[in-house]
Nanobody, 114 residues
């Protein structure tokens, strides 16, 4: 059974940084992973994605500020978030795509506020 565990969210002042971590247990091989976010009253949106071979893409709103990367452990992903803005406030979800099935973490709250 695939399970995703996220960590690293919290409260930070605008301009600050946070690093989110996600580990997918119960998987075989290397798979594409992504970070999504959902703010109150808004739809869930893609923030950053990394393919099984390491290609990355980002939402325009986070380009130049956020970086997605893989850890040394299989199917571990990180999201380094710098220069956080109040509009980055949301619940952030980790995702892994295995074939036609998408698995999701429980979400971690990120709040950028003074």
């Amino acid at each position: 059974q695939v399970q995703l565990v996220e960590s690293g969210g919290g409260l930070v002042q605008p301009g600050g940084s946070l690093r989110l971590s996600c580990t997918a247990a119960g998987t075989f091989g290397i798979h594409a992973m992504g970070w999504y976010r959902q703010a109150p009253g808004k739809q869930r949106e893609l923030v950053a994605h990394i393919s099984d071979v390491g290609n990355t893409n980002y939402a325009d709103s986070v380009k130049g500020r956020f970086t997605i990367s893989r850890g040394n452990a299989k199917n571990t992903a990180y999201l380094q978030m710098n220069s956080l803005k109040p509009e980055d406030t949301a619940i952030y979800y980790c995702n892994i795509q295995i074939g036609s099935v998408a698995y999701w973490g429980q979400g971690t709250q990120v709040t950028a506020s003074s």
